[in-house]
T-cell receptor, first 116, second 111 residues
Framework: DTAVSQTPKYLVTQMGNDKSIKCEQNLGHDTMYWYKQDSKKFLKIMFS???????INETVPNRFSPKSPDKAHLNLHINSLELGDSAVYFC???????????????FGDGTRLSIL | KQEVTQIPAALSVPEGENLVLNCSFT??????LQWFRQDPGKGLTSLLLIQSSQREQTSGRLNASLDKSSGRSTLYIAASQPGDSATYLC??????????FGGGTRVLVKP
């Protein structure tokens, strides 16, 4: 069974469109994350939710809106897509990650978003 | 602002040689450091996590050390195999509960 699963795996769309990426984890974790990996392969945190509450919100355009319907899901909705949004988006989860110790983060396989 | 650097950016070794991957970070006030492996077209696989109070972690052929005061971590992979070819990323966790990643080291192990 896939621990952290993202859909779709590939997304090709036109500039200006609105799209969503879904993420689900079956590990029973209480914290989920969205990361963006750009063309230079740098991974940067975008958002983090703990028990459905937003705890990290990096400097991300407000065209990006995460939604967490429950602990096991964290979806990412993107409005008015721009060329610079082309990247690989990774979802991740961990357990009890609000403390100093922290647990390993588990990643999905990524969603490759290409804007035409 | 925390910055994480990995050197070298790419590494090519013959099979059987030991691999040494370096990671440095600018702010030593970290909670933990995590090493990941990323295969092409895939997500990240967690290899080792070292808490700030620890000096090293071992798993099979992998050994990671942490020197918080100097802002460095090293990942050793003994007796490398072609299957070890991948990109290796280190990430540090500090206040604010977010991971800051390095740019990765791309490793090629030649048969």
């Amino acid at each position: 069974d896939t621990a952290v699963s993202q859909t779709p795996k590939y997304l090709v769309t036109q500039m200006g469109n609105d799209k969503s990426i879904k993420c689900e984890q079956n590990l029973g974790h209480d914290t989920m994350y969205w990361y963006k990996q750009d063309s230079k392969k740098f991974l940067k945190i975008m958002f983090s939710y703990n028990n459905k509450e937003l705890i990290i919100n990096e400097t991300v355009p407000n065209r990006f809106s995460p939604k967490s319907p429950d602990k096991a899901h964290l979806n990412l909705h993107i409005n008015s897509l721009e060329l610079g949004d082309s990247a690989v988006y990774f979802c991740a989860s961990s357990q009890g990650d609000t403390g100093r110790q922290g647990q390993p983060q588990h990643f999905g396989d990524g969603t490759r978003l290409s804007i035409l | 602002k925390q910055e994480v650097t990995q050197i070298p950016a790419a590494l090519s070794v013959p099979e059987g040689e030991n691999l040494v991957l370096n990671c440095s970070f600018t702010d030593s006030a970290i909670y933990n450091l995590q090493w990941f492996r990323q295969d092409p077209g895939k997500g990240l696989t967690s290899l080792l996590l070292i808490q700030s109070s620890q000096r090293e972690q071992t798993s099979g052929r992998l050994n990671a050390s942490l020197d918080k005061s100097s802002g460095r971590s090293t990942l050793y992979i003994a007796a490398s195999q072609p299957g070890d070819s991948a990109t290796y990323l280190c990430a540090v966790k500090a206040a604010g509960n977010k991971l800051t990643f390095g740019g990765g080291t791309r490793v090629l192990v030649k048969p």
